[in-house]
C-alpha cells in the first residue's frame, strides 16, 4: 500500500472520530497563522488506473502495447494504442506492489436516475483578498472562481489568432501538489525564477473547492470546476470526459490536424487524455522506475520523453507534461520538510531540461506559449497532506510564459480553471461550453508590474485565508465521504494482486485456494465500494456538486472517421 493511500486511511479514520472536523474547523478560526494548517484527506497520484499506456489516434499509426483494464463509469478501453515510454529504464519490469490502484468497480447506483433539473446552489466562499499595496498595486481584486457565470466566461473570451491553428505551439507543465513560497524559498530554483521573470504569474487560492489531485486536474483539463463536474476523488471516471470533454478533445474537435500529446508518470492522468469521444493524439504514461524511492527518476523519464517530443522533426502542437514527485515528498515527508525542498530543486532541474528544448525549437523559428501550473498546495507536516481547505493547500499558481503574456508581471486574476480557456483561445478555437474559466489573454487589465516581483508574490499568498465555517465544514465533510470508495478501491486491488501472486505459483492446493479468496475479495469488495460510494455521491450532492449533471458532450465523428488502433 503506498504513502498515499496510508493517507486515506487515516482520512477515513475521521470519520469514526465523528467530531472532529468541527474542532478542526474552530481551531483553525482561532489561529491566524496561514500556515499552521489542520490535517486532511489527500487522494494524490500513486493511486489510480491503468497500465502503462500511449495511444496514437493520428492516420500514421504508432506502435504498443495494449492493456484494458476495467474503468469505473465506462466500457473497457479497447480503442488505446498502447506503448511505454522509450527510456531503457522505465521499461523494466516492476516488482512488488504496484504504485497504482485500478479503476473501481462501477458504482451501484441506477442509470435510469433522472438528472437534477437545477444544479445545487454553491457554497458561500469568500472574495478574494487585495493584495498588499506595499509592494504590489492591484486594481481589481481578482475572481473568486464561483462569481464567475459560464455566460459571463464566455462573453469575455476572445479569439486572438488568426493563423493556421496547425503553426500554432502550446505546452502546458503540470507540476503536483507544489507551494510557491516554498518554490521562493530557495534562491537557487534559478529555472522558476528565470521562467517567472520572463512571464505573467498568478497566485490564486482554490478555497471552495475540493484540493484533490483528480479534481483540479480535471478542472485544469476541463475548464470545469468539481462541483460541476462531479469529480470528486482520486477514481477514474471515463464517463466524465464525455460529458465535460478535456482540452485535447475540444482541440481535436476544433481541427483534427492539432497534434495533441500527453506525457505523465500517474495513470490517471494519462487515463483523462485518452478519454472521451476523440482523445489526444498521443498518450505516453511513465511507470514508476525501479527501486526510484522518491519519484525523482520517474520524474526524469517523463522529462526525457518531453524533451524527445520537443527534439522531434515534428513536435506536438499541444503537449501537456506532468510531473509528481514533488506531491510525494509532501506526503511522505510534509510540505515544509527538506525532502519536499529537495524535490522542487530537481523539478526545477526538470523544468530547465524542458525550457532549453522549448527554446531551441523558438531559435529554429517556431513561437512557443508555455503555461506551468500546480494542482492544489500541501500542508507543512507530515499527514493528510492535502484535500482539505488550509490556506497552504489551497494556494495554487499559474505561470504564463509567451507573446500573450508580459514579462516579470502577476496577475491576482488568474486561476488554474483558465488554462483550457486559455489553450482554446491561442489556437483560435471556441471557448468550452460551460467553462466559468476564462483565457488568460483577457485579462490584462489586471496585469501589474511590481517593484519586487518575488516579494510581491510573497505578499499575494500572505493574504489567502480559510474559507467560511459552512464551506469548510462542507468541503471537509464531502472529502473525507470522497476517501471512504477510494480507499475501499485501494485495498481490494492490494488484496487481489497479492492473492493473484499466490495463484499464479501454480501450488497444489495452495493456488486453487487463493483463486477462490480473490473471488470472493472481489464480489464482496464490489458491493462495500458500491455502498460507499453512493454514500460519498449523496454528500457530494448535499455540499453543493451536481452529480447528475449532463454537461456539455462534443458529438463523436462519424464511424468512417475514427482513427483505427494498431496493437504491436
Not at 370 to 388: A, E, L, M, R, Y
Not at 397 to 416: C, E, H, K, R, T
Amino acid at each position: 500500500m503506498t504513502v498515499k493511500q496510508v493517507c486515506l486511511g487515516i482520512a477515513v479514520a475521521g470519520v469514526v472520530a465523528g467530531t472532529g472536523s468541527a474542532i478542526a474547523t474552530a481551531v483553525a478560526y482561532a489561529d491566524a497563522g496561514p500556515s499552521d494548517s489542520q490535517g486532511g484527506a489527500s487522494a494524490g497520484p500513486s493511486s489510480s488506473g491503468s497500465p502503462s499506456t500511449a495511444r496514437s489516434h493520428k492516420p500514421a499509426p504508432k506502435t504498443g502495447v495494449a492493456n484494458t483494464p476495467r474503468r469505473a463509469g465506462g466500457a473497457p478501453a479497447t480503442r488505446r494504442t498502447v506503448a511505454r515510454a522509450a527510456q531503457s529504464a522505465v521499461a523494466v519490469p516492476q516488482t512488488g506492489t504496484p504504485e497504482t490502484a485500478p479503476p473501481a468497480p462501477s458504482p451501484a447506483v441506477p442509470a435510469s436516475v433522472k438528472p437534477a433539473s437545477a444544479l445545487p446552489n454553491p457554497l458561500p466562499v469568500p472574495a478574494q483578498p487585495v493584495a498588499p499595496v506595499s509592494t504590489l498595486t492591484i486594481t481589481s481584486t481578482g475572481y473568486s472562481y464561483r462569481a464567475r457565470s459560464a455566460s459571463a466566461a464566455a462573453a469575455v473570451f476572445a479569439t486572438h489568432n488568426t493563423v493556421d491553428p496547425t503553426n500554432v505551439h502550446v505546452l502546458v507543465i503540470g507540476v503536483d501538489g507544489t507551494n510557491m513560497r516554498r518554490i521562493l524559498a530557495d534562491p537557487t530554483n534559478v529555472n522558476f525564477f528565470n521562467l517567472m521573470g520572463a512571464s505573467t504569474t498568478g497566485i490564486a487560492s482554490i478555497a471552495g473547492h475540493t484540493t484533490i489531485s483528480n479534481p483540479s486536474w480535471t478542472a485544469i483539463l476541463t475548464g470545469a470546476w468539481d462541483n460541476q463536474s462531479g469529480v470528486i476523488n482520486n477514481v477514474f471516471t471515463a464517463g466524465t470526459y464525455d460529458k465535460w470533454p478535456t482540452v485535447f478533445t475540444q482541440l481535436e474537435a476544433y481541427n483534427r490536424d492539432i497534434n495533441t500529446m500527453a506525457i505523465a508518470d500517474w495513470s490517471v492522468i494519462t487515463d483523462i487524455a485518452g478519454a472521451g469521444v476523440i482523445p489526444a493524439d498521443t498518450v505516453t504514461f511513465v511507470p514508476k522506475v525501479p527501486g526510484d524511492s522518491n519519484w525523482s527518476l520517474t520524474d526524469a523519464a517523463v522529462t526525457s520523453a518531453t524533451v524527445a517530443a520537443l527534439q522531434g522533426t515534428a513536435a506536438p502542437n499541444f503537449l501537456f507534461s506532468y510531473l509528481v514527485q514533488v506531491d510525494e515528498a509532501g506526503h511522505e515527508y510534509g510540505g515544509a520538510s527538506s525532502q519536499y525542498a529537495e524535490a522542487i530543486h530537481r523539478t526545477d532541474d526538470n523544468l530547465g531540461q524542458i525550457m532549453a528544448a522549448v527554446a531551441a525549437r523558438e531559435a529554429a523559428g517556431e513561437n512557443w506559449t508555455v503555461i506551468v501550473v500546480t494542482d492544489h498546495g500541501h500542508q507543512p507536516q507530515v499527514g493528510f497532506g492535502h484535500g482539505f481547505q488550509s490556506p497552504d493547500e489551497t494556494s495554487t499558481w499559474v505561470i504564463a510564459n509567451g507573446d500573450a503574456f508580459g514579462a516579470g508581471q502577476l496577475n491576482m486574476a488568474y486561476s488554474i480553471v483558465d488554462v483550457t480557456p486559455t489553450v482554446m483561445d491561442l489556437f483560435g478555437g471556441p471557448a468550452p461550453q460551460g467553462s466559468t474559466g476564462v483565457s488568460l489573454t483577457t485579462l490584462g487589465e489586471s496585469q501589474v508590474t511590481p517593484v519586487n516581483p518575488q516579494q510581491a508574490i510573497k505578499d499575494a499568498i500572505a493574504t489567502q485565508g480559510w474559507p467560511d465555517i459552512a464551506t469548510n465544514v462542507a468541503l471537509s465533510a464531502r472529502t473525507i465521504f470522497a476517501t471512504l470508495p477510494y480507499w475501499v478501491n485501494g485495498t481490494i486491488y492490494t488484496l487481489t494482486s497479492e492473492l493473484q501472486k499466490i495463484a499464479s505459483q501454480d501450488t497444489f492446493l495452495i493456488s486453487q485456494l487463493a483463486q477462490v479468496a480473490q473471488a470472493a475479495v472481489q464480489v464482496i469488495g464490489g458491493v462495500v465500494y458500491a455502498a460507499t460510494d453512493v454514500l460519498a455521491q449523496l454528500v457530494a450532492l448535499l455540499t453543493g456538486v451536481d452529480i447528475f449533471s449532463k454537461g456539455y458532450p462534443i458529438d463523436p465523428p462519424p464511424a468512417a472517421a475514427r482513427p483505427s488502433v494498431l496493437v504491436a
